[in-house]
């Protein structure tokens, strides 16, 4: 099993990596929070950029190190763009990662999120209520066959995801990190538990839409199961650090994205986390 | 005549409501203001989501408290979704709030106004302009033939637009807020003069379109009259707060949302109004 | 040649005028910092108003002082509204701001760019590669056939654009703007470089594009060359302002609306610039 110190390096790693080489990380995002990814993806060192039409998601999808891919607002142009830029990603085995929003509220976003299946997602990133619904859409274990999301809210717990989580890093071979109160993060075969956070990340919108983009960014420097624990990690210190100095969610939402700037590759490998064996 | 004290019981109670129950407001809104209209919903104590499809919109419609309409930025698709959630919210009964954005500028947009008639609005906020505009396309009493909107701006008081609000509520047997430098709420038989805000509102984009998402967080919880004066009184205590403490719209805008999550129930309650029999 | 002093008036003109004047400048713009562009054309002064429709993009166009066009996040229905609006801002001698983001990295995106070569835009703003390229697509002195752009990034210096910026504004009679470490601003015939700024402006995205919306708002009141010298002088000055007093790149985007904002018309015209003749 790999070790905490093995981990720590490689966030280190990752992180001086990203801040040395500004990779480009490109989006297909809904328009809800679309400037607070572009604004994490940026204050972490990365380079941000969103599309829209089939064929600049493509062109992006080459030129970039990484893609994000979230299903929150959809258009009816995602119909076509969605399936042709996860396609694309997988055959040239660039690294992306899903962020399947609000999954079971229509039936489009269901079919989009069926097709990925076969194309098979680096990192899967949701929290719990979404894990599980993907998981059941895919008739993976631990799948729940109703959608539990509430609009993008989760009703259900972190813990209760964990089998639907291990089940979808095994059907892709990459990793899955499901966001909550802890944050759990797994490749399928070892767990890790991420600490930190601020009780603001639940009162600013796009918290998990912006680590998804910054997953992206990391995932151009890192396996998929490091770049969720560094995104992870960067998230949870900064909203620990933000959450001292500020009034309400206004000021949370600043602070936070400068912190994000801020934390040092050190800082970022030291927050706390702990790891469990499957 | 509804008296100043059961005002003040009735808002003390909605903003208790909803901090206690974290409710849904999905909402259709334009694509310059969405992430300040969500946050503006999840500061109050809402939560928000937000679609652009037809069957989502519905999915939506039906899963939330209360649904946020907004028509500034329209898209091909608006022409199937708009008319289609409205028929729904109606005939579920849910309340909803429309927020009438640039009335008159465009053929789809009054196209879509329009058919909103019979469908009847819960709450409708608009500014002056708007108000009198959309009463002139219902054809109903203090509505001008001719838009005045200037962009998304009023050229219009106020109070020039008492008449036509008046007119609007008592049609759909909601509510309607006129936002201005002094804000009037009616139902229809009453009027209720809201005071405070600040000039930075005019500064910031997207503050009458944040007050329409967080009314309808409020509806769900409240009558449509009650909803719309106690989004207008949290919106003018919190920006009558924040200006003091900045130094140009930039922070206004922070501020204004940490003030947002700060009010408590009672000075929410206490926020200067006047009650005027029609 | 112009001299110092009379740039020096004409700045201080144009800056009372807006702020006098509230006029407003209609934009058909990206999806990621859309929020931005309109808040910094409030902060200046400045009125603003989004739309997609071909027939609303053209009741605005009729309507505003000028238009702000920026291509960054292309929808279908763009296909129909760029070139209907540019089309109608050039029958009418409107001015208006082209902003050629990514260009290269779509042929939809090319075919709306070429066809404005007819429409000759009043201010062209771009980064050096995105100035190169369109030369390039236009087939003017100092083009690139390939785009250099990655992404939303330039690769290229503003030193190496001037050649590009100077046959653009030779073709359209109008202004070119570089934007870079130091910006380049060009009637085609003589050279005004400014300074300032921050390396804050490549951590926050949309600086671009709000400077674009900002250069809109000039030219409401002032030539094309001067509206894009106001714009790039106030940024320079605010970005400047603003670096000393935050701690990351949240913060600085909020100092930087409120010193946008309390810019003097003096201030403004007394921020450092250089004038060459070509």
Chains 1, 2, 3 share one sequence.
Request: charge should be negative.
């Amino acid at each position: 099993m790999i070790t905490k110190q093995e981990i720590r390096e490689q966030i280190i790693r990752t992180v001086e990596t990203v801040k040395r080489t500004n990779p480009m990380a490109g989006s297909i995002t809904n328009m809800v929070t679309i400037n607070f990814v572009a604004n994490a993806q940026l204050a972490v060192g990365g380079s941000a950029a969103m599309v829209y039409l089939p064929e600049e998601a493509e062109a992006l999808a080459k030129a970039g190190g990484a893609t994000y891919v979230n299903v929150g607002t959809l258009l009816p142009v995602h119909e076509q763009t969605l399936p042709h830029v996860a396609r694309v990603l997988y055959e040239l085995r660039k690294p992306w990662v899903l962020d399947p929003v609000a999954v079971g509220i229509g039936s489009l976003r269901n079919r989009m999120l069926q097709r990925f299946k076969e194309y098979k997602p680096s990192v899967i990133r949701g929290n719990a209520s979404e894990i599980m619904a993907l998981a059941g859409l895919w008739e993976l274990e631990g799948g729940t066959k109703a959608s539990n999301v509430r609009g993008v809210d989760s009703t259900d717990s972190v813990d209760s995801a964990k089998a639907a989580a291990v089940a979808l890093a095994r059907w892709t071979g990459g990793a899955v990190a499901v966001s909550g109160e802890t944050d759990l993060i797994t490749d399928g075969s070892v767990i890790v538990y991420s600490y930190g956070g601020s009780h603001f990340m639940q009162k600013i919108t796009g918290a998990g839409c912006a680590l998804g983009g910054v997953i992206a960014v990391y995932a151009t420097a890192a396996s998929p199961f490091i770049a969720a624990l560094t995104g992870t990690a960067v998230f949870n210190l900064a909203a620990t650090r933000a959450e001292n100095k500020v009034l309400g969610p206004g000021s949370f939402q600043v602070r936070f994205l400068d912190e994000l700037y801020k934390a040092s590759p050190e800082d970022i490998a030291d927050n706390r986390f702990d790891i469990e064996e499957i």
